[in-house]
């Protein structure tokens, strides 16, 4: 048995210590936000927080984490979709097809919280999910308009 704080509450389940973190996310917990892309941390669909910095939890075993560490999901990161990521993401209709847009959205709202005013260069550099419908254009629209909004 093992225990992570995961959106703000401990979270007791059982997995060896190579399980990635995402599997224990979707499989053990029910969590299933955070998305299986490609396995190898190169997507980022199944980016998620720990300790504030975004994460690919594919790539994650659980023996590289500590109970003290605290996870987020996209599930924890507003529990009525009011984070201003998200907000920005609905009203400019960011998403295609959405499947990356759980990993975008945990990037991008990690990026607001260490960088309020992003350049468009600091955009680029931090946001280095792949969307394969391509709304880039829209994702940086959206993460400039939540910055503005996270000011207000």
């Known amino acids: 048995m093992a225990t992570l704080n995961v959106n703000g509450k401990p979270r007791v389940f ?28 190169q ?12 994460v690919r939890s594919c790539a994650l075993p659980l023996a590289a984490l500590n109970p003290s560490q605290k996870i987020v999901t996209i599930e924890g990161l507003s529990p009525d979709g009011t984070h201003p990521v998200q907000k920005a993401w609905a009203a400019l209709d960011v998403p295609q097809c959405g499947f990356c847009q759980s990993g975008m959205i945990m990037a991008a709202a990690a990026l607001l919280a260490s960088n309020p005013k992003p350049s468009d260069a600091d955009i680029d550099a931090a946001m280095s999910n792949i969307c394969r419908c391509g709304t880039y254009i829209r994702v940086r629209a959206g993460i400039k308009q939540a910055a ?3 000011r207000a």
């Open 43 to 54: 997507c980022g669909s199944c980016t998620v927080h720990i300790d504030g910095a975004p």
């Open 148 to 150: 503005a909004a996270a």
């Open 14 to 41: 059982e997995a060896e210590a190579d399980t990635p973190l995402l599997w224990v996310l979707r499989e053990q917990l029910g969590l299933t936000g955070t998305k299986y892309g490609c396995g190898i941390a």
